[in-house]
């Protein structure tokens, strides 16, 4: 057996791994202290090193392409597996099983992070067997979608995070219930597609023919609509804070009990849109600009004091919004809030009630006379139900 000090006579040493030779160091074979590779080359341990071949480098009987990877990884010690130098083609299993033979448990724990990360399928395996592909429950995250027509397909239970379906054709589609974080959807036509209880945070949908889909319980968060058509789409009980609305056309859109708060709708076209419920504090709208002919509903909307000040309407005293404090917390499913300063929890069906406990605690809710907001006399009836019928989304949810 060769005696260790002979190794460190002189600190690089050289591994026939295979027949492949790679030349290193015995610090960066013993960065990993866990690993098989330290009990071999450390002073400290009595692990025998393996035999030499007849040039004195060390034999190791593994393939070198995946060895490669890990003599990479023990030069750098990567932490994130966004820093994890593998080639293209190589194989990641291939990797992973050399990593569990050097017991290196870093390694191993990066790689299965990359698996669990990976796309089921490659852009081009889509473009070459998209009829006979099922996108149902897949991992097609991190994908370039672009361009490509996926008319009445579905998506439903998917992974779809941090892909791109800018100019799909997506119409009829599904995306029931998938994971969509940072995608994007910027000019896709996307009319009468179902997104309903889906996580898209920080998603795109510039400059989009989204109307008539259905965004009802998806979280939002971030996400931007701006320049987009939205007529008669659906964000019913759906959070979208800081989202953006910006020039977006809303006519028939319906938002009731969603959390707005924070949201951007300069320019955007409201038009017979519902409010109904919805969390709007520190949300921004054009209120000046709302057309005499536009019907708009407010009722039980909650705003702070300081945008109700700030809202030029004569009649919005009789809109029927609600006041509430900044940190005030609410629960949907009850439709309560929760004053922090005061811990009381009033009843937000019972205005009568509220009104006097309320004026107790500076929380002050306004009258709720109508649900509408016109330019118009509020006493005209006959104007207020917008025209629904083109609206394939709304038939089973106008009471959500």
Not at 207 to 230: A, E, I, P, T, V
Not at 251 to 268: I, M, N, S, V, Y
Request: aromatic content about 10%; some cysteine.
């Amino acid at each position: 057996m060769i005696e260790k000090d002979q190794i460190y006579s002189d600190e690089w040493v050289s591994l026939n791994v295979g027949g492949k030779i790679f030349h290193t160091t015995t610090s960066t074979l013993t960065s990993c202290k866990t690993s098989v590779l330290y009990k071999m080359f450390s002073k400290e341990s009595n692990l025998p090193v393996s035999r030499k071949d007849v040039n004195n480098n060390w034999l190791f009987d593994r393939d070198p392409e995946y060895f490669r990877v890990v003599l990479n990884y023990l030069r750098t010690l990567p932490t994130t597996h966004n820093d994890l130098v593998i080639d293209e083609g190589v194989s990641l299993k291939g990797v992973l099983q050399e990593a569990l033979f050097f017991q290196i448990d870093g390694l191993v724990k990066l790689i299965k992070k990359i698996e669990s990360s990976q796309s089921d399928f490659s852009r081009k395996e889509i473009l070459l067997h998209r009829s006979s592909i099922k996108f149902n429950n897949k991992k097609l995250n991190n994908l370039d979608l672009s361009s490509i027509e996926f008319i009445k397909e579905s998506f439903n239970f998917s992974n779809i995070s941090y892909s791109n379906f800018d100019g799909c054709k997506l119409s009829l589609s599904t995306f029931f219930n998938v994971k969509a974080k940072n995608a994007t959807f910027n000019n896709t036509l996307a009319d009468n597609v179902n997104y309903s209880t889906s996580n898209l945070k920080n998603s795109q949908f510039l400059k989009s023919d989204l109307s008539h889909s259905s965004f009802n319980n998806c979280d939002l968060s971030y996400s931007r609509y701006d320049q987009s058509n939205c007529t008669g789409s659906l964000f019913q009980r759906a959070t979208i804070v800081n989202g953006s609305f910006k020039n977006t056309y809303l006519e028939h859109a319906k938002f009731q009990k969603a959390c707005l708060r924070g949201c951007d709708f300069t320019g955007a076209m409201i038009q017979n849109c519902h409010f109904t419920s919805a969390d709007l504090r520190n949300a921004i709208f054009d209120w000046k600009n709302i057309p005499p002919s536009g019907v708009v509903f407010f009722k039980k909307s909650k705003i702070t004091k300081q945008q109700y000040d700030q809202i030029p309407l004569e009649n919005k005293d009789r809109i029927g919004f609600k006041i509430l404090a900044d940190d005030a917390i609410i629960s949907p499913k009850k439709q309560k809030y929760i004053n922090r300063n005061t811990n009381l929890i009033p009843n937000v069906s019972n205005s009568s009630s509220n009104n006097s406990n309320n004026n107790n605690n500076n929380n002050n809710i306004v009258e709720e006379l109508p649900a509408v907001l016109t330019n118009t006399t509020l006493n005209n009836s006959t104007n207020i139900a917008p025209n629904n019928n083109n609206n394939n989304n709304t038939n089973n949810n106008n009471n959500m």
